[in-house]
């Protein structure tokens, strides 16, 4: 069974920094590489629905919501089958949990992480 997990969350001032990162795993049968997959950040704020926050696909193109274009910074680490999510001069509306979500074309599948709370507050 193929597992996300984030970490990194937290409380941060407004115009702080944090850096999300989200582990692929897997068990002998079910491991797969970080390249094979698209890898997105989510958010969910209380009240709102889900939103795309940044993506990158195995191709390396990258989508940024346009609330977060040039305050965040997606990037994958391949040895690490690991993506991280560099967030910058945070602002109280960044506060959500924050999902990482990797799809598979090749296995026509996806898999969500359990989310990760973040906090932007004085």
């Known amino acids: 069974q193929v597992q996300l997990v984030e970490s990194g969350g937290g409380l941060v001032q407004p115009g702080g920094s944090l850096t999300l990162s989200c582990i692929v795993s897997?068990?002998?049968?079910?491991?797969?590489?970080?390249?094979?997959?698209?890898m997105g950040w989510y958010r969910q704020a209380p009240g709102k629905q889900r939103e795309l926050v940044a993506s990158?696909?195995?191709?390396?193109?990258?989508i940024y919501a346009d609330s977060v274009k040039g305050r965040f910074t997606i990037s994958r680490a391949s040895a690490k089958n690991t993506v991280s999510l560099q967030m910058s001069s945070l602002k109280p509306e960044d506060t959500a949990v924050y999902y990482c979500?990797?799809?598979?074309?090749?296995?026509?599948?996806?898999?969500w992480g359990q989310g990760i709370r973040v906090t932007v507050s004085s």
């Open positions: 979500k990797g799809t598979s074309s090749r296995r026509n599948e996806y898999y």
């Open positions: 897997g068990s002998l049968f079910s491991f797969i590489s970080i390249d094979e997959l698209d």
């Open positions: 990158t696909t195995v191709d390396g193109n990258t």
